[in-house]
């Protein structure tokens, strides 16, 4: 017979006294952290809020942005389960953030176990595997000088500039995997200035002649193309720009053209499909071409689905690397977004027609807006979904309560803001 | 009508001369490219070869076991591509490893378009994301005393010692997660000592109390639990070791209970999904629980299946760190493998009952040698599915061209030595 059990109950006799569990508190702790994310309708649950202790527990004060990041939750989402930490009185707030309430350290020790404050995240690239030093002083501040002069977000279109660091960090990335010298390099949608970053790397490179053999910029935003057209001519690196909406197939001259792309698509699943599959037209056929995907940080059942997508559309993923990109202003995700590494399988995808369908985070989720009458206070969620469809309604038929026609508008809801 | 199309053909003037490519040169650079791969059964094809040659390019001399980690190769692949480089005078051996021949690099300046050799790889942590430095050091150096004293390899397990830092980066990748503190850990075989790891690393964490709340170790060498358990005994740390096949499922009392796992499986479909599903029975119910997982390199096909089975049993992938483990003495896949960190989705699939199919590599591909006739210098290949069965049947019946009944081995057939 195969199976050979031998349960030792302990190998060391000194240190087998169960764990100091507490008992009674611990159970009720595992209570209260459960009702904590339920207030907060905290997907990740209890655990969830552990983990948010555990952070600050090894450093604070931090702020909520800090805390939204290293969790990979939206900062809605981390805003809330602050507030119900706070009322619980396991949380105070800080100048610099928030912090373990005094008292709370001992709850937190006894009840989540916690008794440390390492971090062995590599300081000189914090888990981003590739490094941006003062190797490339030179060559990101010319990158931030072009930034500093982007059009504005549009936000319809999910857009949120990535930062300069980002878009040289990405170059650099498809750089080491052989994904730029010597090859034809396609960006579908670019207001994170990728293209700009890659020309200007190139330059850096090699002087005296540019080390990719092509790269094309593909964007349904022509304000975008032209300021990267303009950086092109300036910092004189060769790009192709091309206005037009992915929602329709690439158009011929672009197809089984090239050896990698990258894209920061929108964060909605359309987008993240729809993005990927013209990605695939562009690639040349067979396996092992390069792809190189952003992506919001997900819980665990959207990033489930993220993979599934990649997995369905025959691409393998050869790594992940969280927390890759930061982006200016993109507050509801913190800033923040993985990147992944992908390569082309023999399995292609059915070719995708021209998509219809909602694509934006607006149009997937629409934006709701709390609106407050100043004649009688009253709150209203007002959106496709919340209590009025559209403010103009609202201001049209007058508050229900005292029928004043003046509102203001307050803060936009949960989950509306993600960004590409 | 939403689709805008404007192509510039190039923005920048001065730069838009097409690439020099040197016409014929270049097209019969990838045939060369090609046929080499096709010579060498390189299953990523010419860009293979390319990538190849593209890190010979950046730097040389590099050894093959360097190439093959590099490139996520297994070594007889590696091996095989650096003969038929070498048979077309692209390569050159030297004592520090293979190079360039001369006269190659402008070959692949203009075939493929190199031109530079910088490395943004980060050097600190060399893209393993956690960092085991100096402050590790004592830990370390006890950890390597207890792999010296490790039982030999069984490679019918496919065993296949990780190094005392890989361990220890492993047990510090988990702590940083929040796998380990105030946890129920559970390690589904541990040649590796990732067991020892954590327990000195609570050790040197916390010296007045471990910091895991419970540590289990399910292995079937019960050579290696005696020697976790003598560990423990020697540094007081408290482990539980339980010998058992994991073909069978776990015994009752490890179900349901742990919040997080690690494993290094059999590098075969079938090891990678009976682990998990064990490791599943393991973790308590619901989302969010950890999942460490080491498995080998892989081309694309590959890649995607490792990541189907992850889904397929409802495990989400939140990273994946290429080259984030090495192995004393693997051969066949150059001593490394990949990191995966999983979590738990709601979705868990069916229970799995006992599994009686094959799981080790040499089940799955059991072993091809060559063997070498020492009569007349014929050769032959030995094994299930090879020119002759097994070796005591070429001795019994001896050799058909010359009738002598003396052979010597040779090397072990690609594919057949991957590890655990």
Request: proline residues 6%; neutral net charge.
């Amino acid at each position: 017979m195969r199976v050979a059990v031998s349960y030792n109950a302990c190998t060391s006799g000194a240190f087998c006294a169960p764990y100091p569990t507490a008992g009674g508190a611990m159970e009720a702790g595992t209570r209260l952290l459960e009702e904590v994310a339920e207030r907060a309708r905290l997907r990740e649950g209890g655990a969830g809020v552990a983990a948010f202790l555990r952070l600050l527990y090894r450093r604070s004060p931090l702020r909520t942005a800090e805390l939204a990041r290293a969790l990979g939750w939206p900062i809605p989402v981390t805003a809330a389960v602050r507030g119900e930490l706070e009322r619980a009185g396991l949380l105070e707030r800080r100048p610099g953030g928030s912090a373990l309430a005094p008292g709370a350290r001992s709850w937190v020790e006894e009840t989540l176990g916690l008794r440390t404050r390492e971090d062995p995240l590599c300081p000189l690239c914090g888990g981003r595997r590739i490094v941006v030093d003062s190797r490339w002083e030179g060559l990101l501040s010319r990158l931030e000088e072009i930034h500093r002069r982007n059009p504005a977000v549009d936000r319809a279109l999910d857009q949120s500039h990535g930062m300069p660091e980002t878009a040289l960090r990405r170059a650099l990335a498809m750089y080491r995997e052989g994904a730029l010298e010597g090859k034809e390099v396609l960006l579908l949608g670019d207001d994170d200035l990728v293209s700009v970053a890659i020309g200007l790397l190139s330059k850096e490179l090699s002087p005296q002649g540019q080390v990719y053999r092509g790269l094309v910029v593909v964007d349904i935003d022509e304000r975008f193309l032209a300021h990267i057209g303009d950086a092109a001519r300036e910092f004189s690196f060769s790009v192709e720009t091309l206005a037009h909406d992915l929602r329709q197939p690439l158009p011929e001259a672009l197809r089984s053209r090239f050896e990698a792309v990258e894209t920061d698509p929108p964060y909605t699943e359309a987008g993240l499909r729809l993005f990927l599959a013209r990605a695939l037209e562009g690639l040349k056929a067979g396996a092992g071409w390069d792809l190189f995907l952003s992506f919001a940080p997900r819980d665990p059942a959207g990033q489930h689905t993220l993979l599934r997508v990649c997995l369905e559309l025959g691409l393998a993923v050869f790594s992940i690397t969280p927390d890759f990109n930061r982006y200016a202003g993109a507050a509801t995700l913190a800033g923040s977004s993985q990147f992944l590494h992908l390569r082309t399988t023999e399995a292609r995808p059915e070719p995708l027609g021209p998509y219809e369908g909602p694509l934006y985070t607006r149009e997937v989720r629409p934006a709701l807006r709390r609106y407050r009458c100043l004649g009688c206070g009253r709150r209203f969620v007002v959106g496709p979904g919340g209590e009025i469809t559209a403010i103009e309604a609202l201001k049209g038929a007058g508050c229900p309560s005292c029928g004043g026609h003046r509102f203001r508008a307050g803060r936009l809801l949960e989950g509306v803001e993600e960004h590409a």
